[in-house]
T-cell receptor, first 113, second 112 residues
C-alpha cells in the first residue's frame, strides 16, 4: 500500500540554524500539506501546496517558513532560523483531490536546543 | 474545533464495539463529517467521512442523525491497536479550503 514517507525521523538543531524537513508524498497525489504538533497539543495546519504554489497557509507559517517541491517526488519544509518554540512533530500529508482524505506521514520530530 | 464536541476520553473492551459520539449542532448543509484518528506518536489517519447517509468501510461505520446535528463512529470489533485519539471534524469541501481543523478529540482506550 502506498504511503507518505518523511526524513529524518528525528532532527536536533541549535537555535538559529536552518533545517529542511523532507517528505515523499504518494506518487499520484497532487495536493501536499504540512502540519505540526507541539508535544501535548493539537495538530495544527501550516500550509497546503498545489500546482507548484501555496494554496493556503496559516498564521503560523510566517516568513521563516518555506516549502518547495524541488523535483517530481520530494516536498520540503524549510525553517530558516529555528526558534525554541519550533520544537514539535512535523507531519507531511498528501491527497489526490483537495477535498478528499489526506494521507499523513509518520512525522519528523524536530528538537531545537 | 469549535464546530464539534466530543467526550475527552472513553474506554472499550477488546472485541466489543466502540461507539464514539460527536455533536455538531451548527453544521451547515454543505458540510461533511470527517473522522481521523491518531495512534500515539504517529501521524493522523483518515477513517471515514459522510454527508447525511450512513457510511461503512473496512475500518468503521459512520452513523449520522437525520437532523445531522450529531454522529457516531462505530468500530465494530475494537482491538488493542485501535487505542488512539479520534477526531471528529466538520468541513465544507466545496468552500475552497481543504484543511481539516483538529480539535482535542476523544482518547479511546481499548483494554483486554
Amino acid at each position: 500500500e502506498p504511503e507518505v514517507t518523511q526524513t529524518p525521523s528525528h532532527q536536533v538543531t541549535q537555535m538559529g540554524q536552518e533545517v529542511i524537513l523532507r517528505c515523499v508524498p504518494i506518487s499520484n497525489h497532487l495536493y501536499f500539506y504540512w502540519y505540526r504538533q507541539i508535544l501535548g497539543q493539537k495538530v495544527e495546519f501550516l500550509v497546503s501546496f498545489y500546482n507548484n504554489e501555496i494554496s493556503e497557509k496559516s498564521e503560523i507559517f510566517d516568513d521563516q517558513f518555506s516549502v518547495e517541491r524541488p523535483d517530481g517526488s520530494n516536498f520540503t519544509l524549510k525553517i530558516r532560523s529555528t526558534k525554541l518554540e519550533d520544537s514539535a512533530m512535523y507531519f507531511c500529508a498528501s491527497s489526490d483531490r483537495g477535498a478528499d482524505e489526506q494521507f499523513f506521514g509518520p512525522g519528523t520530530r524536530l528538537t531545537v536546543l | 474545533d469549535a464546530k464539534t464536541t466530543q467526550p475527552t476520553s472513553m474506554d472499550c473492551a477488546e472485541g466489543r464495539a466502540a461507539n464514539l459520539p460527536c455533536n455538531h449542532s451548527t453544521i451547515s448543509g454543505n458540510e461533511y463529517v470527517y473522522w481521523y484518528r491518531q495512534i500515539h506518536s504517529q501521524g493522523p489517519q483518515y477513517i471515514i467521512h459522510g454527508l447525511k447517509n450512513n457510511e461503512t468501510n473496512e475500518m468503521a461505520s459512520l452513523i449520522i442523525t437525520e437532523d445531522r446535528k450529531s454522529s457516531t463512529l462505530i468500530l465494530p470489533h475494537a482491538t488493542l491497536r485501535d487505542t488512539a485519539v479520534y477526531y471528529c471534524i466538520v468541513r465544507d469541501p466545496s468552500g475552497g479550503s481543504y484543511i481539516p481543523t483538529f480539535g482535542r478529540g476523544t482518547s479511546l482506550i481499548v483494554h483486554p
